[in-house]
C-alpha cells in the first residue's frame, strides 16, 4: 500500500494518476447507455459489435503516432491535451442520429482513448523512472476507480436526467474541470532520450515483449469485451428489468479490479509477474464459471473475481514493456498496447457475432476459454524473469 499513501499524499504523483480515472470515469457512464442506444437505433449484437469495432479501431490505428506526438509536444502535454479531447468526443456517441453516425463518432473517441492511454503510462513509467518509485499498479487501480465510480454515481443519477446527453455532459464538465487543475503538476514533463542506436528494434531486445504483448491480447479481449457487454448480460440473460441495476455487474467488476491493483505493487514485489500472471487467470477462469451460472447473485460474485483475478495483468505488463532495456517507454509501451488493443479491438465484435448466431452466455464462455489460453501462454515462461 505504499505506492497508494504515496499517490494521494503528493500531487506530484496523484495527478498524473487522475488521468488514468479520468478515462475510465468516461466509459464508466457510457457504458451504462449502451442498451439505449442499442434500443434508441435498433441494433442487434453483430452491428452494436461492429460499433465497438470502430472505437477500437480509432485506439489502434492512432497508438503507433504516440512515440511522435511525445516527441513534438511534450509527453506531459500531450497526455493532458489527449484526456480533454477524449472526454469531449465522447459526448458525440449519444448524439447520433444513425449507425453510421455512431460508428464515425465511436471511430474519433477512440483516436483519444488510444493515443492518451498510452501516453499516460508512459508519463507514469517516467514519473518511477525519475523518483525511484513503483506506482504503475496502483494507477491502473485508479483507472478501475474512475470505472467504478463513474457507473456507481451514474446510476445514481440516471433518473435525474430526462436525456442521457445532459448527463454525460455534467461527467465531461467534471473531469475537465479537475485535470486543468493538476495538469501543471505533470505538464512539463518528458520522456528520457535514449540514444537512436540503442532504440532499435532486435529479436534479442523484444522477445519478453513479444510473449508479454500476447498475453496482454487475451487478457484486454476480457477487459474490453467486459467494459461493453456486461450491462447487456444482466438485462439480456440474467433479465434484470431495471436499467440502473444492469450495472451492477460492472460497478462490481470495477471495484474488485480497483482493490487488486492498489495491491499490486506490493505483490508484484513479493512472488514476481509470472506468478501473479498465473494466479491472476486462475482468478478469471472461477470468475467466468461463476457468471455463466446465469444467477443473479452468483453472477455479481464473478465478476468481482473475475476484476480481482485480471487486476494486476495489465499493469504489470506495461511496467516491463515501460523498462524495457534500450528502448523509449512510449515505444515498449505502443508495441504491448498496440497488440493488446487488437484484442480489445476484436473482443466486443467477435462477441457481437458470436451472441448474434448463438447467444450472449456463449461469448462469455468464449471468454473463459481465453483466460485459460492466457494461463497456459504465462505458465510456458513461468522460468523467465522478466
Known sequence: ???????????????????????????????????????????????????????????????????????????????????????????????????????????????????????????????????????????????????????????????????????????????????????????????KVVPKEKTSYHFKTLKPLYTIALIAFVIMCSEGAIEHWSTLYFTEVIGVAKNNLAGIGFIVFSTTMTIGRFFGDKISENIGSIKIILLGCVLASIGYLAILTSQFYTSILGFGILGLGLSVIIPELFRIAGKTEGVKASVGISFVSGVGFVGFLLGPVILGYISNTFNLKVSFFALFILSIVAFLTALTKRKIKF
Open 1 to 191: 500500500m505504499n505506492s497508494l499513501k504515496l499517490i494521494l499524499t503528493n500531487l506530484k504523483y496523484f495527478a498524473p494518476v487522475w488521468v488514468f480515472s479520468s478515462l475510465n470515469f468516461i466509459i464508466g457512464t457510457w457504458v451504462l447507455y449502451i442498451p439505449y442506444v442499442k434500443a434508441k437505433l435498433e441494433l442487434n449484437d453483430s452491428q452494436l459489435g461492429l460499433a465497438l469495432f470502430c472505437l477500437a479501431l480509432g485506439v489502434l490505428l492512432f497508438i503507433p503516432f504516440v512515440p511522435f506526438l511525445s516527441k513534438k509536444i511534450g509527453l506531459g502535454r500531450y497526455t493532458l491535451i489527449g484526456v480533454l479531447l477524449f472526454s469531449m468526443t465522447f459526448l458525440l456517441p449519444l448524439l447520433a442520429p444513425s449507425y453510421l453516425t455512431l460508428c464515425a463518432s465511436l471511430f474519433f473517441a477512440g483516436i483519444f482513448l488510444g493515443t492518451t492511454d498510452v501516453a499516460m503510462n508512459a508519463l507514469v513509467s517516467e514519473v518511477e523512472r525519475n523518483n525511484s518509485c513503483n506506482i504503475m499498479s496502483a494507477a491502473h487501480g485508479f483507472f478501475s476507480l474512475g470505472g467504478a465510480l463513474g457507473a456507481m454515481l451514474g446510476s445514481l443519477l440516471m433518473p435525474f436526467f430526462t436525456k442521457p446527453f445532459y448527463h454525460m455532459v455534467v461527467m465531461v464538465s467534471f473531469i475537465i474541470l479537475v485535470n486543468l487543475i493538476l495538469g501543471k503538476h505533470y505538464f512539463l514533463i518528458a520522456e
